[in-house]
Every structure is written in structure tokens, then in C-alpha cells.
């Protein structure tokens, strides 16, 4: 192919090699070797004596200079696999003489790679074209700190005439290949090991970052945006796909690129100060926050790149809506982990001083991503008529990704401008859709409602755990009170009637009731959020749904079969021990500031409050216990120690000062007997 001409490689010829010249009795050692190497990959492909067939193929990287040995392979062999250990055995070799070789051979050895796999870019045999490149990626690599600018930047210009499509196609995601080999081998988490100090390695990764990454990024940009059009006027079979898919993967891996570099970007963003990054919050799924500096706003933010890509899904989504195995095809998924990511941008990278800039970029995202998660009910009868679930998913992680990076009042009003309402209570309609799936389903086959409902409630936590110490209402605006309150009561009342369903459920299967409680812990303290930050709503409510059952209980006992009611208080004891209370250092709970904040000191009626109120049925619902036709014929072991355990309890202290809130905390110990002693714990 015109255009990529590759360096001789080092004199030598390890392993049959010969010098620099090319004689006949050369090539016959050169061929007498290839067709040994031919011998043993098919053996071992045959499993005829692999462990002889696997010493011929060490031999080849472990002798001195196989270079010419291997580029003749390279060039001349059928054997596709030869080919790949060719290419290995000059990693192996390079690495191991790398201080032994010249100037000139370090660069011809990578010239060679590099021209190699985008001479045979049209070949079928990917995986040895693919090994090619990352052997020069290795290699670039291993002399990165060796080369002067001028060197790197006469390999890098073949490498962008390549990418921008000079010679066709295959050359071109060849080369986005390339690149994409080259990130890995410079990332510290997915780099290959040399033998190297780790400084040089941090050496590397600092100066790509600093240097190229940008740079790669844009070529990348220029690559997918070129074949656009041809993707979208066309058929989704065009060759363009493989070459813009192969773009937006390399894109969303550099933006996963761990940025360390912007030590000059002090100045505080007010519009993420609110980021929450806490590594103890109840979460679930994965996120990774983008903050590459101020350096790349003109490449991620100035230049249009948001809305090109949104436009480029928008157009594929309507040109195939009626083919439904396109939402699961590579570029789409590709495109939508792209767009998630780019939800996740956060820092210096938008004006310190222009939070508008911050906002209006998450609006545009959140524009093109609504309509993959909106209207809920739509969305989930389609999914569970035979529609993939995966854009459904992805809506949701990019909701997520968006609470990470902002505040609740910004998160609540970015809906604003697109729908009727706010996105908190978006939110919370998309949380019910997906908790109506889930009850319906069944409880023992996880399907994408299970998922859904962990990333939507990573979302609520994202914005609800509280922020240095402030109340919970105080991060909600009074519709995202409302949308809570409404959700946290379809939650109870859904986990009620699972409970209520479950009662005689004894096959012993783990499902969706039957988990541990460590199992449940993660769910239950994000439904606490959810609560708190409508307390003066959700603790009533809990009050009632508590007093109803247990006067059920009370009323029906001897004449039905009480069994549902005591999984309800089962369950409703659990909702309530997490909602009134922080698990603590040691044994004592502690008092959850959006609680705390609520109580109003000094008051004259404090024990009318409603935490006090609710506490109190606990306790007077605790004390039955002590009576033994009640615990014979109502209380269960399960229900007596939830009913103590699970729960602190809210007491009043009085004094000259005022009031506070105190826990006391239950401590049962059960006899032979039967009976139960009770510990009272007062800290402070």
C-alpha cells in the first residue's frame, strides 16, 4: 500500500536470521525457520506434542536478534498464528536488547509494526494485525523517554494520515487501533509490565497526557465526524460503522483516562462545588468523574462535539427504531456509553465563573437522553413486550452520572425547560414505573427492573446524602419534598405487599424478601434518604402503617391467621430502623441530622413530635412481648428480634436547657425460660 513505507529492521538473525545480506543460503534459513514455527502453532492447534511444538515457538523471542527472522515470517507465512508469534517474539526480543540496540534499529523496529498492521489492514486475520500494533504501541512506549519531539512526531504524522482516511478505510480504523493500544500501554491500569521502576511509567503517562492525549482525542473526533453523513444516508451495514464505532470506543476510553495533570486549575467551579465523591455512601453502581481541566473545554465544550454526537444517535435511533436488535449493536451502545460519560464532565473544563456554561451542557445531554427513559410506563411495557432494555439502563446511568456532578436544586430544574415538571419528580415517577415491573415479575429471575431500581436509587442517594452536615430539606426544593414523599409511601407500600405475598413462602430459595439484612442494608438506607428528606410526611406515615397493623394484629388474634400482618411488621420494623436512625460507631445508633434538625428545642409538646410518637408505639408494641400468651401466640423469634435489634428508639430528655433527642437501645437476651431481659442504654 502507498503511502507507509516501513524501516529495515536491526541486522541480525537470530534463529536462522543471517546478516545483512539477503543470499540464497539466507532465505533457505530464513524459510527453513518460518516453516519450523509454521510446524509447531499447528501441532499445538492439533495438540501433537505441544509441549515440543511450544519450545520450538519460545525459541524464536528468547534468541539474540530474531528480528529479520521475524519480519520474513511476517511477510511470507500462510500460517496466521506464525504470524502472531512473530510478531510476539519480537516484543520479547526488543524488550530484553532494547539497551543493546541502536538509535536507528529502536525506531525501525516500531516503523516496521506500525507500517505492518496498516499495510494489512484489509486482511481477515484481525487478532495478528492487532498484535502488530500493540507491539508497537509496546515499543513507542519503551523508547518514549529516549525520543526527541521530532522523532515521535514523524511516526504520529503516519499515524494521523491514517486516522483522517487518506488511504482508505481499513488504514483508517487500523490506525484509531493503533491509538487505542497506545492509551492502554500508557495507562497505568491496563499497561503491560517491562521490567521498568514505576517512575518510568508515571514518566510516560504524565508526558502522553500532557503532550498527546488531547491531540488523539481530536484526530479521533475528526475520524468519526468524517463518516457521519455516509452512516446516516446509508444502510447500517456501510464499512463507516466499523470505523466510527471504532472511534467512540477510543473516545470514551481517553475520557476514562485517570487526569492528574491540572495542577494549574485552582480556581473553585461553583457550580460542582456540591460534588459528592464520599466512598461510604450506600452505592451500587459504578461511576468514574470526568475532570481533564481546563486545557479540553475547547475540544469537549466549545467546539460542538455534544451536540454532534447526540445528533448522530438521535438520527440512527429514528432511521432504525423499527429494527429492535439496533439498540444492542456496537456503535449505538458505544455512542450512549459515550454520551454517559460525557454527563460525568465536571471541574475546570467549564468557566470558573460562568456556572451557566456547566448547566447548559448538562441540559443538552439531558435533552437527547429523556427521550430514552420518558414516559416511564411507555418505556417499560415496551421492554417487557420484547424492546432491549439496554437504552432504558443507560438513561438511568446518565441520570446518575449527572447527580454526581451536580446539585439537587440544578439537578431538579435542568427538566425544567423540556417537561412539565422538575427531573426530581421524573425521578421519582421512573423509580415507581420500575418498582411495578419488579413486584410483577418474578422474584426469584433478577431481570432489568432489578437493575433500574439499584442506579435509580444510586441517583437519590448521589443527591441526597447530605452535604457538611445541612438538612435534608435544605437540599430539596419543595416539589423534589413532594416527589419524595410520594415515593418513599409507594415504596412502603409495595415492600408490604411483597411481604404480605412471601408469608408462606417456605422453599427456603433466597428472594427478593427472604435476603439476609445485610443483603437488604444497601436498599433500605437509600429508601431512608428518600424519607428524610420528607420527614415531616414519611414519619407520620410510618406512625400509621405501624398502628394499623399492629391493631390487626391485636384485633385478630385467636381468630385468623395472622401470619401476613407479622411479615409486614417484619419488614415495616426493618424501613423503620433505618429511616430513624444511623448505624454507629459500636453498638449505639446515632440520631440522623435530618431527624435532629426537625426537632425543635425547648418546645412545650415535644412529646406530641412525630419521631416520639412513632418511637413510643415501638416501645408500647416492644412491651407485649413480656406477656406470654403473646409471645406464644403472636410474636415470632424473627419478629422479637427486629422488633429490639433492628430499632433504636427516640426518647425525649428534658432539662433546664431545653429538650434533645436521645436513643435508647434494645439489648435482648433470650432464656431457657422464654423470657426476655431487657438493657437500657441512655449515651450521654
Not at 514523524?154 to 487518506?166: E, K, R, S, W
Not at 466499523?242 to 495533570?261: E, G
Not at 423540556?418 to 410483577?440: D, H, Q
Not at 430502623?577 to 412545650?604: C, S
Request: aromatic letters at 10%; hydrophobic letters at 45%.
Amino acid at each position: 500500500m502507498q503511502g507507509f513505507t516501513a524501516a529495515a529492521p536491526p541486522a541480525g538473525g537470530g534463529g536462522g536470521g543471517g546478516g545483512g545480506g539477503a543470499g540464497a543460503s539466507d532465505l533457505a534459513q530464513l524459510q527453513s525457520t518460518m516453516q519450523a514455527i509454521e510446524l509447531a502453532c499447528t501441532s499445538i492447534q492439533m495438540h501433537i506434542n505441544p509441549a515440543a511444538a511450544e519450545a520450538v515457538i519460545l525459541s524464536l523471542g528468547q534468541s539474540s536478534q530474531p528480528y529479520k527472522t521475524c519480519q520474513f515470517i511476517l511477510e511470507n507465512s500462510l500460517v496466521a498464528t506464525a504470524r502472531f508469534q512473530a510478531a510476539a517474539a519480537i516484543r520479547e526480543a526488543a524488550l530484553r536488547e532494547w539497551g543493546f540496540l541502536s538509535a536507528d534499529d529502536k525506531r525501525g523496529l516500531i516503523s516496521f509494526c506500525l507500517c505492518y498492521a496498516m499495510q494489512h489492514a484489509s486482511s481477515p486475520d484481525n487478532f495478528v494485525q492487532s498484535k502488530v500494533s500493540s507491539v508497537a504501541a509496546q515499543l513507542m512506549k519503551r523508547g518514549w523517554l529516549e525520543f526527541v519531539t521530532a522523532e515521535k512526531e514523524t511516526l504520529f504524522y503516519q499515524v494521523n494520515q491514517a486516522i483522517l482516511g487518506i488511504h482508505g478505510l481499513d488504514v483508517q480504523f487500523a490506525g484509531i487501533k493503533f491509538l487505542e493500544s497506545l492509551a492502554s500501554e500508557f495507562s497505568p491500569s491496563t499497561s503491560s509490565a517491562m521490567g521498568l521502576p514505576r517512575e518510568f511509567h508515571e514518566q510516560c503517562r504524565r508526558s502522553l497526557e500532557l503532550d498527546y492525549l488531547k491531540i488523539f482525542y481530536r484526530w479521533t473526533q475528526e475520524a468519526a465526524s468524517g463518516v457521519t453523513n455516509r452512516i446516516v444516508e446509508s444502510d447500517s451495514s456501510v464499512p463507516e460503522v466499523k470505523v466510527c464505532t471504532a472511534a467512540l470506543d477510543l473516545m470514551l476510553q481517553i475520557l476514562n483516562w485517570d487526569f492528574r495533570c491540572n495542577t494549574n486549575d485552582t480556581k473553585v467551579n461553583v457550580f460542582s462545588a456540591g460534588v459528592r465523591q464520599d466512598g461510604d455512601s450506600p452505592r451500587r453502581s459504578e461511576y468514574h468523574l470526568l475532570q481533564p481541566g481546563s486545557d479540553w473545554r475547547d475540544v469537549l465544550i466549545s467546539n460542538g462535539h455534544v451536540g454532534w454526537l447526540l445528533i448522530l444517535y438521535s438520527a440512527l435511533r429514528k432511521k432504525f427504531s423499527f429494527e429492535g436488535y439496533w439498540l444492542d449493536c456496537p456503535i449505538a451502545v458505544s455512542a450512549r456509553k459515550l454520551i454517559i460519560q460525557l454527563c460525568s464532565l465536571t471541574g475546570a473544563v467549564f468557566v470558573s465563573d460562568d456556572v451557566k456554561m456547566h448547566e447548559q451542557h448538562l441540559l443538552q445531554l439531558l435533552s437527547g437522553i429523556i427521550e430514552w427513559v420518558d414516559p416511564p410506563d411507555a418505556v417499560s411495557r415496551a421492554i417487557e413486550s420484547g424492546k432491549s432494555e439496554s437504552e432504558m439502563l443507560d438513561g438511568c446511568r446518565a441520570l446518575l452520572a449527572i447527580a454526581n456532578v451536580t446539585t439537587p436544586y440544578v439537578f431538579d430544574d435542568l427538566l425544567k425547560p423540556l417537561r412539565p415538571f422538575g427531573t426530581l419528580t421524573f425521578l421519582a415517577m421512573l423509580m415507581s414505573e420500575v418498582i411495578k415491573v419488579l413486584m410483577t415479575s418474578n422474584p426469584d429471575e433478577e431481570n432489568w427492573s432489578w437493575e433500574a431500581r439499584d442506579v435509580i436509587l444510586d441517583t437519590w442517594t448521589a443527591l441526597l446524602t447530605p452535604i457538611n452536615m445541612i438538612t435534608a430539606n435544605a437540599l430539596l426544593p419543595s416539589e423534589g419534598i413532594k416527589a419524595a414523599a410520594n415515593l418513599f409511601r409507594f415504596i412502603v407500600e409495595c415492600e408490604l405487599r411483597m411481604a404480605s405475598a412471601s408469608a408462606f413462602n417456605d422453599d427456603g430459595e433466597p428472594d427478593y424478601l427472604h435476603a439476609s439484612v445485610s443483603a437488604m442494608d444497601e436498599r433500605l438506607s437509600s429508601y431512608s434518604l428518600i424519607a428524610r428528606a420528607s420527614v415531616d410526611v414519611s414519619i407520620p406515615f410510618l406512625h400509621s402503617v405501624f398502628s394499623e397493623r399492629v391493631a390487626r394484629l391485636n384485633q385478630g388474634r385467636g381468630i385468623v391467621d395472622l401470619t401476613e400482618t407479622m411479615e409486614e411488621l417484619y419488614s415495616l420494623l426493618l424501613i423503620i430502623g433505618h429511616v430513624i436512625a444511623d448505624e454507629g460507631e459500636g453498638e449505639i445508633p446515632l440520631v440522623p441530622n435530618a431527624i435532629q434538625t426537625q426537632f425543635v428545642v425547648n418546645a412545650m409538646e415535644a412529646d406530641k413530635h412525630p419521631v416520639i410518637v412513632l418511637s413510643s408505639s415501638i416501645i408500647k408494641f416492644a412491651e407485649q412481648c413480656q406477656n406470654p400468651e403473646m409471645r406464644s401466640s403472636v410474636f415470632s423469634p424473627r419478629l422479637l428480634e427486629y422488633t429490639f435489634i433492628s430499632n433504636a428508639v427516640v426518647i425525649v430528655v428534658k432539662s433546664g436547657y431545653g429538650a434533645e433527642l436521645r436513643w435508647v437501645y434494645f439489648s435482648p437476651t433470650l432464656y431457657p425460660s422464654g423470657r426476655f431481659s431487657i438493657r437500657f442504654y441512655n449515651p450521654g
